[in-house]
Nanobody, 123 residues
């Protein structure tokens, strides 16, 4: 049984930075690809970033590439999302996601979700 718990959201001014953390509870964290998605009210949940189970491959959406960095620490069962140069359009609930073995770029590929953490970027 897998459980995910995000932390680190909050309010920040445009141009600022935040770091989101996701703690994975369960067995064999190192066999799961991990990712981050985000959602605003009235819109579909959208892909942000994903990382290979060994941390050897990462992928980002066009809207965050160059500003966000995903990483993982398999010894601590943790995945991070470093967010820099934040923009008001980054405001959303951010969700941690897990998929056995593979990375993911679509919400339909996700096996497990965290409850989400709110990120608000003021102008």
């Amino acid at each position: 049984q897998v459980q995910l718990a995000e932390s680190g959201g909050g309010l920040v001014q445009a141009g600022g930075s935040l770091r989101l953390s996701c703690l994975f509870s369960g067995r064999a964290f190192g066999t799961y690809g991990m990712g981050w998605f985000r959602q605003v009210p009235g819109k579909e949940r959208e892909f942000v970033a994903t990382i290979h189970r060994a941390g050897t491959f990462t992928s980002y959406s066009d809207s965050v590439r160059g500003r966000f960095t995903i990483s993982r620490d398999n010894a601590k069962n943790t995945v991070l999302l470093e967010m820099n140069s934040l923009k008001p359009e980054d405001t959303a609930i951010y969700y941690c996601a897990a998929r056995w073995v593979s990375t993911m770029t679509n919400s339909s590929e996700v096996a497990y979700w965290g409850p989400g953490t709110q990120v608000t970027v003021s102008p």
